[in-house]
């Protein structure tokens, strides 16, 4: 299980995440598609952690897929970048860790709110990856489970 991550080839243009339902939660914003599952950061400790640096960085993704206190968190900062509790959604982590956990590959990239693709700041989790034209190839992130 791994997640592909694929960098933009325009910072300032990329896929539209899709029609989608949102939830906020302290640490992060929830975008939820057919298929996809996608977060910005709030002003939040955790949530810029886990998100900045996500698709450039060498890393890897650590999955505690626990059904009351689930948790996400990359290895390169176990104390901040993190989901976890509710401040950054439990329903959520779980959904995400079910998607995730559900596909051999997950593909992971910004994508927009915006129909013409401008402004892409969406990290979105998808089992299909984004469009060549717009997306080049990073370096894949090994995702490892952990027992609760």
């Known amino acids: 299980m791994s997640l592909e991550k694929h960098l933009l080839k325009n910072k300032d243009l990329g896929v539209y995440f899709g029609d989608y339902s949102r939830v906020h939660r302290?640490?992060?914003?929830?975008?939820?598609s057919d298929a996809n599952i996608g977060i910005t950061?709030?002003?939040?400790?955790?949530?810029?952690?886990?998100?900045?640096?996500f698709l450039g960085q060498d890393d890897r993704l650590i999955l505690i897929p626990s059904e009351d206190y689930p948790m996400i968190h990359r290895e390169s900062d176990p104390k901040f970048a993190k989901m976890r509790g509710r401040d950054s959604g439990i329903?959520?982590?779980?959904?995400?860790?079910?998607?995730?956990?559900?596909?051999?590959?997950?593909?992971?990239?910004?994508?927009?709110?915006?129909r013409d693709g401008s402004y892409p700041m969406i990290l979105t989790f998808s089992?299909?990856?984004?469009?060549?034209?717009?997306?080049?190839?990073?370096?894949?992130?090994?995702?490892?489970?952990?027992?609760?």
């Open 26 to 32: 302290w640490d992060f914003e929830w975008y939820f």
């Open 41 to 53: 950061n709030y002003p939040s400790c955790e949530g810029e952690s886990f998100i900045d640096g």
């Open 127 to 148: 089992p299909q990856a984004p469009p060549r034209e717009l997306y080049k190839l990073g370096k894949p992130m090994p995702v490892l489970v952990k027992p609760t």
């Open 91 to 114: 329903e959520e982590i779980k959904r995400l860790i079910r998607l995730i956990q559900s596909h051999d590959v997950v593909h992971a990239y910004l994508a927009s709110h915006k």
